[in-house]
């Protein structure tokens, strides 16, 4: 079996900080991760080689420096790593993203075995669209299982995988075909240490470093800004409500205090108040 | 949909692209409304964005149209004249048995059609697991841009969909173009935009479509459904009053004191983040970004520092009532009131005083 694993390499975004007067992104010194949900994807990933054996090769297009994640992704226990990195691909959106990671994926099938699953996580935390996943399904003509808590069975004999996917109102019990996308929702599954013996090999392991060119892009116009149908046109501070909050001195009894200014200022609140705790 | 820009300095230089929009895609007009239906219930993110739909057909001066998909029945024609009651002109409908339950192939098929047939300028989506499982996939079909999670949506003075949307965690806005292609897809989360009035209206022009599918063409099957238990599923983001704890508590045990109080309200509960990862509250009840976004007439949150990510969550809430023992704590820049104090002291206070003045025997004294 062989499973894709896309994986984006993130700033951590806990720590940006943006510059007060040019609204610009201070990246410097802020440190990058492999997006946190990546990792359930990934650890799903290599249980399932764990249980039916296979290779786990895993997948990211970004910066030369994107290549500490991958490193990181082979002590975790990935069998094979693959960066796509050209100049080429700067300012993709959504669209262009899938298209070079589509084409990715297609190189790495003539290359290394055609995928039965290819698996992404649920989405990113500095592009957050959950886009990416269902893109790249319907490039490469797969089925798509969004959101899934759990992979309830596979059988690679009839080829067909049960998955546990979260619904609006609930969990559907979806049984599809593979090849097929999974986009991993976060679960239980915390990524694994990874064994002594992945950590010494991911520190020598060769890594598979594509351009756009060597993973047989064909239409250079379909990737980065100019693949992008999408374009930002303003990026803005969130404007600061221009009072600031109104403050209750905490005097002998603050509790009634606070009570009566949220009266006196919303005084339909009162009654609305008393019937919905009446329904208690 | 753009990924995160990395500067605000290519972004200005992306505006300079703007080209003429191709001759084809002149055809497309009207503003569209995906109607998200699941088990014979409307998701109200729907009639959200038919508020929002509106005004933006008003100032396009276009049609604003519902597209309902769903099975035949009861279900889905009532969902189609409730369309025209949350100010739709007309209704695209697909009705098939097919399509009761939700599942990509079969619902992305139906909506890319109709978007091929009837070609709208502006298509707006839920960002819900429905919403985003099937935005993704139909964008990518008619290969044309998608904003997702958009907490604005506007039209510029040449008619573009200026759609803007937190970036970075929530710390920058960006406004985002899809400038020559159609339609201009986005997709808004439930609770970012009001709830417009429901006005009863007769049921107007439908037009059907055909989905072309026998359940052989649809390979993924839904093997059962596991509805979420009623007592499990926690109506926050549509709860007139929410209280929130954050990490200010100190410890798990202190949390009761936000469930209490949201007892003695009958509200819901929430809280920030850092609660859920450390496994001390279940991550239904996470309230920002990556939680819920709420819109309740009150919000207490209490040892919350109010977080840009957090922020993002609870700006629509008509009051929202800050408790923090740090005056300069940043909630206090967007709460529209706020009281210095130590929230384990007064939340329990503040329990037994608004149960003192909303018990019912309390105003049966004041009646007689
Ligand atoms: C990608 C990303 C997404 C995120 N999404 C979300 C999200 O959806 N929702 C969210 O909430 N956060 C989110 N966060 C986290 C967010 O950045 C903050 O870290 C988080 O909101 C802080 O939680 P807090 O206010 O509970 O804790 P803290 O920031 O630690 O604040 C605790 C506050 O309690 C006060 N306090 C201490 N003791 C007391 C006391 N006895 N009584 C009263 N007040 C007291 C302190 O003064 C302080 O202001 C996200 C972060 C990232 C990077
Ligand atoms: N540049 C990238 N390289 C590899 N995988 C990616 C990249 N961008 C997004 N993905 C995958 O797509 C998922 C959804 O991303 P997004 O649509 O940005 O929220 C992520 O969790 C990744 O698994």
Same mark, same amino acid.
């Given at each position: 079996m062989h499973i894709v694993v896309c994986i984006k390499q993130v700033p951590d975004s806990a720590q940006i900080r943006v510059h007060? *007067?040019?609204?610009?992104?201070? &990246? $410097?010194? *802020?440190p990058t991760i492999i997006n946190p949900y990546d990792l359930f994807a990934l650890e799903a990933a290599l249980e399932l080689r764990d249980q039916f054996g296979g290779e786990v090769t895993v997948l990211t297009m970004g910066p030369p420096s994107a290549e500490d994640s991958l490193r990181k992704a082979l002590t975790f226990g990935a069998d094979r790593a693959v960066l796509l990195t050209d100049r080429f691909f700067a300012g993709a959106d959504t669209l262009a993203t899938t298209y070079a990671l589509a084409t990715a994926i297609r190189k790495i099938s003539t290359e290394f075995g055609a995928p039965d699953l290819v698996f992404t996580g649920k $989405?990113?935390?500095?592009?957050?669209?959950?886009q990416v996943g269902p893109g790249i399904a319907k490039r490469l003509g797969l089925l798509q299982l969004t959101y899934v808590a759990k992979i309830s069975a596979l059988d690679l004999q009839a080829r067909t995988i049960d998955a546990e996917r979260r619904s609006e109102g609930g969990v559907q019990l979806l049984r599809t075909r593979l090849p097929c996308l999974v986009t991993m929702l976060e679960a239980t599954n915390q990524i694994r240490r990874g064994a002594m013996a992945d950590a010494l090999r991911a520190a020598r392991a060769p890594i598979v470093k594509w351009s756009a060119q060597d993973a047989g892009v064909e239409d250079i116009s379909k990737c980065g800004l100019r693949g992008s149908p999408t374009i930002v046109k303003r990026v803005f501070a969130p404007a600061a409500r221009s009072e600031k909050a109104v403050l209750i001195e905490s005097g002998e009894q603050p509790a009634e205090a606070l009570i009566d200014a949220i009266f006196k200022r919303q005084p339909a609140l009162e009654t609305e108040l008393a019937a919905l705790a009446r329904g208690y | 949909m753009s990924t995160a820009p990395k500067t605000a300095a290519p972004a200005a230089g992306r505006a300079a692209t703007k080209k003429e929009l191709p001759e084809h895609f002149k055809a497309y007009k009207h503003v569209w409304v995906f109607i998200e239906q699941e088990r014979g219930q409307v998701h109200p993110v729907s009639w959200e964005l038919m508020g929002a739909g509106r005004k933006l057909a008003d100032k396009l001066k276009v049609d604003l149209a519902a597209v309902v998909i769903g099975p035949e029945g009861e279900a889905t024609q009532s969902a189609a004249a409730e369309a025209f009651c949350y100010g739709a002109d007309l209704v695209y409908m697909v009705a098939d048995n097919l399509l009761t339950d939700y599942r990509n192939e079969s619902y992305t098929k139906a909506l890319t059609d109709v978007v091929n047939t009837y070609k709208p300028e502006i298509l707006l989506l839920g960002a819900t697991t429905l919403g985003r499982d099937l935005a993704g996939s139909v964008a990518t079909t008619l290969l044309t841009g998608l904003t997702a999670d958009c907490t604005e949506l506007d039209v510029d003075a040449d008619g573009s969909l200026a759609a803007t949307r937190p970036t970075f965690g929530g710390s920058l806005l960006c406004t985002i173009y899809t400038l020559n292609? &159609?339609?201009q897809m986005a997709t808004v989360r439930p609770r970012v935009m009001p709830m417009p009035e429901r006005v009863v209206r007769p049921v107007g022009r439908i037009v059907s479509h055909p989905l072309g599918l026998v359940e052989d063409d649809i390979v993924t099957k839904v093997l059962s459904f596991l509805p979420d238990r009623d007592s499990a599923k926690s109506n926050l983001a549509y709860a007139d009053v929410v209280v929130a704890g954050g990490l200010?508590?100190?410890s798990p045990e202190n949390f009761q004191l936000v469930r209490q109080l949201a007892t003695v309200l009958g509200a819901e509960y929430g809280c920030s983040r850092p609660l859920v990862q450390k496994g001390w509250i279940t991550s239904d009840r996470q309230i920002g970004q990556t939680g819920k976004t709420i819109r309740p007439k009150l919000y207490i949150a209490a040892?919350?520092?109010?977080a840009i990510q957090h922020r993002v969550g609870v700006e629509g809430a008509d009051l929202i009532v800050a408790i923090n023992t740090d005056r300069n704590a940043p909630i206090f820049d967007f709460a529209h009131m706020g009281i210095v104090a130590d929230a384990i002291r007064l939340l329990p206070a503040l329990t037994a005083a608004f149960r003192a003045r909303l018990s019912p025997h309390s105003r049966d004294r004041i009646a007689s």
């Amino acid at each position: 079996m062989h499973i894709v694993v896309c994986i984006k390499q993130v700033p951590d975004s806990a720590q940006i900080r943006v510059h007060p *007067v040019t609204n610009t992104i201070m &990246r $410097q010194g *802020v440190p990058t991760i492999i997006n946190p949900y990546d990792l359930f994807a990934l650890e799903a990933a290599l249980e399932l080689r764990d249980q039916f054996g296979g290779e786990v090769t895993v997948l990211t297009m970004g910066p030369p420096s994107a290549e500490d994640s991958l490193r990181k992704a082979l002590t975790f226990g990935a069998d094979r790593a693959v960066l796509l990195t050209d100049r080429f691909f700067a300012g993709a959106d959504t669209l262009a993203t899938t298209y070079a990671l589509a084409t990715a994926i297609r190189k790495i099938s003539t290359e290394f075995g055609a995928p039965d699953l290819v698996f992404t996580g649920k $989405q990113t935390i500095d592009g957050d669209t959950a886009q990416v996943g269902p893109g790249i399904a319907k490039r490469l003509g797969l089925l798509q299982l969004t959101y899934v808590a759990k992979i309830s069975a596979l059988d690679l004999q009839a080829r067909t995988i049960d998955a546990e996917r979260r619904s609006e109102g609930g969990v559907q019990l979806l049984r599809t075909r593979l090849p097929c996308l999974v986009t991993m929702l976060e679960a239980t599954n915390q990524i694994r240490r990874g064994a002594m013996a992945d950590a010494l090999r991911a520190a020598r392991a060769p890594i598979v470093k594509w351009s756009a060119q060597d993973a047989g892009v064909e239409d250079i116009s379909k990737c980065g800004l100019r693949g992008s149908p999408t374009i930002v046109k303003r990026v803005f501070a969130p404007a600061a409500r221009s009072e600031k909050a109104v403050l209750i001195e905490s005097g002998e009894q603050p509790a009634e205090a606070l009570i009566d200014a949220i009266f006196k200022r919303q005084p339909a609140l009162e009654t609305e108040l008393a019937a919905l705790a009446r329904g208690y | 949909m753009s990924t995160a820009p990395k500067t605000a300095a290519p972004a200005a230089g992306r505006a300079a692209t703007k080209k003429e929009l191709p001759e084809h895609f002149k055809a497309y007009k009207h503003v569209w409304v995906f109607i998200e239906q699941e088990r014979g219930q409307v998701h109200p993110v729907s009639w959200e964005l038919m508020g929002a739909g509106r005004k933006l057909a008003d100032k396009l001066k276009v049609d604003l149209a519902a597209v309902v998909i769903g099975p035949e029945g009861e279900a889905t024609q009532s969902a189609a004249a409730e369309a025209f009651c949350y100010g739709a002109d007309l209704v695209y409908m697909v009705a098939d048995n097919l399509l009761t339950d939700y599942r990509n192939e079969s619902y992305t098929k139906a909506l890319t059609d109709v978007v091929n047939t009837y070609k709208p300028e502006i298509l707006l989506l839920g960002a819900t697991t429905l919403g985003r499982d099937l935005a993704g996939s139909v964008a990518t079909t008619l290969l044309t841009g998608l904003t997702a999670d958009c907490t604005e949506l506007d039209v510029d003075a040449d008619g573009s969909l200026a759609a803007t949307r937190p970036t970075f965690g929530g710390s920058l806005l960006c406004t985002i173009y899809t400038l020559n292609y &159609r339609p201009q897809m986005a997709t808004v989360r439930p609770r970012v935009m009001p709830m417009p009035e429901r006005v009863v209206r007769p049921v107007g022009r439908i037009v059907s479509h055909p989905l072309g599918l026998v359940e052989d063409d649809i390979v993924t099957k839904v093997l059962s459904f596991l509805p979420d238990r009623d007592s499990a599923k926690s109506n926050l983001a549509y709860a007139d009053v929410v209280v929130a704890g954050g990490l200010g508590l100190g410890s798990p045990e202190n949390f009761q004191l936000v469930r209490q109080l949201a007892t003695v309200l009958g509200a819901e509960y929430g809280c920030s983040r850092p609660l859920v990862q450390k496994g001390w509250i279940t991550s239904d009840r996470q309230i920002g970004q990556t939680g819920k976004t709420i819109r309740p007439k009150l919000y207490i949150a209490a040892g919350i520092s109010g977080a840009i990510q957090h922020r993002v969550g609870v700006e629509g809430a008509d009051l929202i009532v800050a408790i923090n023992t740090d005056r300069n704590a940043p909630i206090f820049d967007f709460a529209h009131m706020g009281i210095v104090a130590d929230a384990i002291r007064l939340l329990p206070a503040l329990t037994a005083a608004f149960r003192a003045r909303l018990s019912p025997h309390s105003r049966d004294r004041i009646a007689s």
